[in-house]
């Protein structure tokens, strides 16, 4: 496992930086706090975006194949208009009467199964599953999470101690436990379920026998911070069963997954043919604007309704839904998820195309528009096939094409353009990945 807090950072003194870029850097070290890095080897300096493109200050377009905030693209001109408009006439909190609020939550519920009614929104990811954490614990009257063993689920300290992928000096909390995936620990498909169940089991004993019992099991459905292991659909059932079995819920953690990007549907939990308990969501709600919502089942809304005060001033607000109604509108309106199903579908023949050449792709993992690659030629060893993932993206960056990269080492390319994106630039995406790797081998 990489102990890399983020191995695709630009490292000062270890690639050349233009005079502007240098200077600019120098500034922002002296100013913002030690924790903020810069992604690539040289970092990246943007001052437009539109559509699927970033721009740097001399006019240079980068493809974007790594951003999934911006879900419908950069800088999308409905959404922005949407923004504008609610922000030039009123930017109110749900302590007032606000029919649109009222409309977007109606709108948004009705894209879940029936039994997930009430939503409470929030202003981020990390806010949702914090807030989620907290209705799992009241609700349930337990303590004890169980997560995946390099799982991301956000910044808060709630968050963070239950965020396996954030690093060794994160302590994670005593009341944790991780539960290994069966694919990366090699196991067929066909035993993926069994698998998965008894990591599951294990957990659920020791936090009983530790008398802390169990609150939560908290997934991405995607699994993105492990390495995207997206398959075989289904085979997280029976360890939420078990979960559900010890008085815990379900979260779905539906920030990476969420808003169509697995395609075939909506929700990343619906391809495991789930219905969680709660759902957190973030990120592309606002297509870039910072909302995100906590979606749940009445009876748990209602427990912590009844018991625990919550009330945000930001979330919620008149702009923020305003800005969420209008994705939402044009993710129904231009069928976006079926695109995103097409998109992906023509991403994946084109891999399986260049893993046929001696480049080193030794795996190809997908739902919709979210793919992990695995790089590294035969016999590779763990170090060197992260050296190798870090050299592609790298590469590709200065192709004008950005990527980046997940799982326990690194060694997986993290591919997640905006759902909008077309047949050349998936078509440019794959030949930058060929001459990154195809210079590689050279």
Sequence with gaps: MSTDLMPNRYTPGEADVPLRESELIARRDSVLGASYRLQYRRPV??????????????????L????????????????????????????????????????????????????????????????????????????????????????????????????????????????????????????????????????????????????IGVAALLIDSIFSSDGVWVDPPGFIASGIAAVREAGGLLIADEVQPGFGRTGAHMWGFERHSIVPDLVTLGKPMGNGFPIGAVIGRKSPMDQFGATARYSNT?????????????????????????????????????????????????GIRNAGLFFGIDLGLEGATAP???????????????????????GANEDALKVRPPLVCQAEHVDRFLEALEHALGGLAR
Excluded at 331 to 339: F, T
């Design 45 to 62: 300096h943007f001052v437009r975006g539109e559509g699927m493109w970033l721009y740097d200050p001399d006019g240079r377009a980068y």
């Design 64 to 211: 974007d194949f790594y951003n999934n905030v911006p879900s419908l693209g950069h800088c999308h001109p409905e959404v922005n208009a949407a923004m504008a408009e609610q922000a030039g006439r009123i930017s109110a909190n749900t302590r007032y009467l606000e029919p649109k609020l009222v409309d977007y939550a109606e709108r948004l519920i009705a894209t879940f199964p029936a039994e997930l009614n009430r939503v409470v929104f929030t202003c981020t990811g990390s806010e949702s599953n914090d807030l989620a954490l907290r209705i799992a614990k009241l609700a349930s009257g337990n303590e004890g999470v169980i997560v995946s063993s390099y799982a991301y689920h956000g910044t808060s300290a709630a968050t963070a101690s239950v965020s396996p992928n954030l690093g060794d000096a994160v302590k994670l909390s005593p009341l944790v436990r991780m539960v290994d995936l069966p694919g990366p620990a090699g196991v067929p498909e066909s035993q993926a379920a069994d698998f998965f169940e008894a990591q599951v089991r294990a957990a659920v004993v020791d936090l009983n026998r530790r008398g």
């Design 384 to 406: 060197s096939r992260r050296a190798m993932a870090l050299n592609v993206v790298n590469a590709m960056r200065d192709d004008g094409v950005l990527v980046s990269t997940t």
């Design 314 to 362: 930001f979330a919620g607000n008149t702009v923020g839904i305003a800005t969420a109604d209008a994705v939402l509108n044009i993710l129904q309106r231009d069928k976006i998820p079926q695109h995103a199903l097409a998109m992906g579908e023509r991403l994946r023949t084109g891999l399986e195309k260049l893993a046929t050449q001696p480049y080193g792709i030794c």
